[in-house]
Every structure is written in structure tokens, then in C-alpha cells.
């Protein structure tokens, strides 16, 4: 393959910092052409997450699937996407020999990594390292951790907001709203009966997922020949009014009650927190307050545009 750039990182969640890493390699890949060439970006990223690997019970819910990490790689600039198999193995290597099979064989003129990055075992490389150990065969851009007001943008962060149902908060460390997609699974089909048919997408435990209460939101078919987002009152709970246990995210697309979901690709992109999850003494109150959902639903996506 011809000499490239290569990006580095976990990049779960695909945020603005993993972006700026990604713009800085688009723009090193343009300057180090030569001629008319560009060279090609390749991302190189790790799954699963590390800390499956070396503390399970701390490993971090992610924000992404594998599949739409990759998906996102590519939309903020990557040619390329290489995915290193972490396992224990990888964990006892150490960083020269990470760089020697991780790194050298993509020929890099140049590698982006971020300040904080760390790689080989106990974590002892990092940028100043992989200057050491590039031996002079490529050139080493490390850049600083990206602000949002007064914070850094990072995955833990991401996932503090979600736990708390900031999905505004989200949103703006993301540079787009917070998506989850599925398959529409059959439910309990209590929703067509109170007047609001919903589409309902199970949640993977190991996802990262908006605390539970009422969101207003855009779905979007993906099987779609031309996907159109539409306005959505999106519920993430178990329904405790019916005793419900199993988490679900179950999307009201606004004044439809014809679409036919059930086996069909969706995604929901959460846009505002409309409130917490409640239980109701009966079917007549859950449908006052799901007009009221409606309603606020309404004022929040006049005020927003679809896959922002």
C-alpha cells in the first residue's frame, strides 16, 4: 500500500476531540502528498475496549457498536479503518513491539495521536515514545484534549451526561445528537391501544444508553431508499406504570399510527430531556401526560433540525 497517515486512538463514541485527531490527519495527508496525490488516512482503533480485557468489571458502557464506530471514522475523514483484536496477548506487549505490528506496517509519513494516548504494556508509551521509537520513518503529531465550555471533551464525560439525561450536553461534545439504532422488536403493543404506537428498540447491556425518562427525538428508517428523519416523543424505560423490568427505548413518531416497524432498521437520535420517568395510577393519566409529551416534543424539534 502507498506511505500514509495514521490516527490513532480508542475512539468510542467517535466525539469532537477524536474529529480534531481526524481533521489534523486529513489536512497532514493533503500537505505530505506528493504532487497531486493525497495520501490515504488510516484510523487504527481497539476492540473491544481495553478494560474488558484487563478489568471486566469496570469496563465502560459504550457509545457505539463496532460497526457504527467505523461508520463514523469514515464520515469524519478516514480512508481506512484497521481494528486491533485486544486480547490478553496484546496486553503484555510492550511498545516497541506494539509500534512494530501495529504501526509500521501502515508505512506512515506521520501519526496523530492525542495528548493522553498510551499504548503497550502498564501503558508506559506515549506520544514522546513513539517519537523515540518512529526512529526517524515517520513524524509524530500529538495534539491537546478539545474544550466545550470549560470542559474536555472525552467518552467518560459523554457518559456521565447520558447517565444523567443530558442529552444536550451530549450532543455538543458529540457534534451531533447522541444516536441508538436496532432492529423493531414485537412489544407489548400497549401503545397502538392508548392512541400512541411506538417502535421499540431493546437496549444492548453493554451500550451506553440516556437515563430513563421522555426525550424528544428524530427517527429514522435505515432501510429506507431514501432515509427521512421524522419527529419523535421517545421513551427510555421499563414502563413502570404496567410493572415493566426489561430497559427499552420505545419512539411515538408524531401524528403516525400507519407505519409498519416491526423487523425494520430505525435509528433514534435524541435531541432534549422532556422529563424523568414516571409511574401512573392508570391508562387516563398516562395519556393526558403523553399529550403533554406530544406538545413539548412539538416546541423542542421546532427549535432543531434533523441529524444535527
Known sequence: MPRSV????????????????????????????????????????????????????????????????????????????????????????????????????????????????????GARGNPGTLRELSEGEFSVVDLDLVSIGDNKSSSSLIRHALDQGDVTCVAEHLGRWFRLSGVVMLGDQRGRSLGFPTANLPIPPDLASPADGVYAGWLTILDASDPEPMPAAVSVGTNPTFDGVERRVESYVLDRTDLQLYGVRIAVDFVKQLRGQLRFSGAGQLIAQMRLDVANTRTALAESLPGA
Open 6 to 121: 495514521v490516527v490513532i486512538g480508542n475512539f468510542d463514541g467517535v466525539h469532537r476531540g477524536h474529529q480534531a485527531l481526524l481533521a489534523r490527519a486529513v489536512e497532514l495527508a493533503r500537505k505530505l502528498g506528493r504532487g497531486e496525490d493525497v495520501l490515504p488516512v488510516v484510523a487504527v482503533t481497539l476492540w473491544p475496549h481495553p478494560m474488558t480485557i484487563i478489568a471486566p468489571d469496570r469496563a465502560p458502557r459504550l457509545l457505539s457498536t463496532l460497526e457504527d464506530r467505523i461508520a463514523l471514522l469514515k464520515r469524519y475523514g478516514a480512508d481506512q479503518v484497521r481494528v486491533v483484536q485486544f486480547n490478553r496477548e496484546v496486553t503484555t506487549w510492550s511498545p516497541q513491539r506494539f509500534v512494530d505490528t501495529v504501526i509500521r506496517p501502515l508505512d506512515p509519513v506521520a501519526v496523530v495521536v492525542g495528548s493522553n494516548f498510551t499504548f503497550g504494556l
